[in-house]
C-alpha cells in the first residue's frame, strides 16, 4: 500500500484566515477541487450531536462546506444515519428536531439536511464488498445514491473501536438500522417480557411480521421470520427491546471497516477530521466528558485508513489535559491514550483489518498548511 497524504492545519488563527477559512483550505489541499461535483448530488456526512452532548462539528463548518460544494456546482445535502437505540436521533423526525436544535437545518446550513435512512431507518442499498464478514452491506440510500462523498467527523475515544473518526463515521455511521444491528451484536434482538407493557409499536412497525403476542399478551419475536433490522429496538418506549451487544470489539472493528469499504465504494470521496474536543467516549451519548488534549487542529485526507492514523498519532503525542478521565494513569506523552481508557479495544487492529481490505494506507506523510 502506498503513502497517503494527510493535510493539517492547526489551531493558530490571525485576522485574514479564522478556522472556517483554513478548513476550506485545508479541504482544497487535499483535493476537494479535483472531485468534479458538477451537477453532482454530494453528501455532506457528519453526526448532528445526541442531545445533551456539545462535542459535535459546529454548524459554521458544515456550511462552509456546503457552499464549497455549490460553489463547484453541486448539489449539496447534509446527513446522517437514525440511531440503533431509543434517543434523540432514532428516527428521522426526531433526528431532524436534534439536528435543528443542536444548529444543523435548511436555513443555517444553505441545504437540505437528509436522514440518509430515512423515516425509520429502513431506506437502505445493498453494496456488495465481498468481505470476510460482510457480503452484502446495508447503506443508508442517501449515501449510497449520493454521487460523491464529503465526511466531516468528531475524532474523539469510543467504546467499540478505541477511536471514533473516519472510519467509523462512514462504517457504523452510513449504515441503515439493521447494519448497525450486525456490527454490533451476533444475534437478533431480545423483547424483555417483564417490561413490556403491550404498546404494540413494536408489533406495528416490524417489517416482516415478527412480533407476536404471547398467552400473557406480551411480545416476543419469532425469530424465523426476524430479519434482525433493529427497528423494533428503536420502537419500545419502554426499553424491553434490546440489541444484545455482544459482537467482540475486535470483530465490530473489522465489521465496521467493511461498512466503511462499503459507503465509499465506486464514490470520489473526501474526509476531514476535527481533532478537537477530544472526549474520551462516544458523542452518540448525551454528555461528554473532559477533552484528553487540547483541541489540536483539523485533518484531512482521501484515505480514511491514513487520516484516522495521523488524527490517533497527533492526540498520542499531545501531552494529557489535567483533570480528565486519565489524570491518575500515570501516562506519559506518546501513550496510548485511547487504549488508556478502552482497554477491550484495539485501534491498532481495526486500522491494520482496514489496512488489509483495501479501504486505506496507514502510511502517511503530513502535509501541513498553514
Ligand atoms: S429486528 Fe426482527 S423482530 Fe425486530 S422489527 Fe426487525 S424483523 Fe421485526
Ligand atoms: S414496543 Fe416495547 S412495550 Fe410496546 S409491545 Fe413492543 S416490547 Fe412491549
Known sequence: MDT?????????????????????????????????????????????????NLAFIRPN???RVISMVREAGGRPFLTDTNTLYTGGRSNAVDHLASASANGFNRLSAGCEVIIADGLRGMEYREVEVGCKHTDTAKIAAAVADADSLVTLSHFKGHELTGIGGAIKNLGMGCAARGGKLFMHSTSKPVIQQDK????????????????????????????????????CIAMCQY???????????????????????????????????????VSPFCDCWGY????????????????????????????????????????DSGLTRGDDKFGAVHRETSWQAGLAY????????????????D
Open 239 to 277: 426499553g424491553a427491546v434490546k440489541a444484545v451487544l455482544d459482537e467482540s470489539a475486535s470483530v465490530a472493528a473489522e465489521k465496521i471497516a467493511e461498512y466503511a469499504l462499503a459507503a465509499v465504494k465506486d464514490k470520489p470521496s473526501l474526509h476531514a477530521s476535527f481533532i478537537m474536543d
Open 4 to 52: 497517503a497524504e494527510v493535510f493539517f492545519t492547526n489551531m493558530r488563527t490571525r485576522q485574514t484566515r479564522n478556522l472556517v477559512w483554513k478548513m476550506a483550505a485545508l479541504l482544497k489541499a487535499a483535493g476537494f477541487e479535483q472531485m468534479d461535483l458538477e451537477r453532482k448530488f454530494v453528501a455532506v456526512k457528519m453526526h448532528f450531536g445526541e442531545p445533551g
Open 288 to 327: 461528554n466528558d473532559k477533552a484528553l488534549v487540547a483541541d489540536i487542529g483539523i485533518a484531512a485526507s482521501r484515505d480514511p485508513v491514513a487520516l484516522d492514523q495521523a488524527c490517533v498519532d497527533m492526540v498520542n503525542e499531545a501531552p494529557l489535559a489535567p483533570g480528565t478521565i486519565l489524570e
Open 354 to 369: 482496514a489496512e488489509s481490505i483495501g479501504l486505506g494506507s496507514r502510511e502517511y506523510s503530513l502535509v501541513k498548511i
Open 61 to 63: 463548518y458544515a456550511a
Open 196 to 231: 413490556c407493557v403491550a404498546c404494540g409499536l413494536c408489533k406495528e412497525s416490524c417489517p416482516q411480521e415478527a412480533i407476536l403476542w404471547n398467552a400473557e399478551k406480551q411480545a416476543m419475536i419469532a425469530y424465523d421470520r426476524c430479519i434482525g433490522c433493529g427497528q
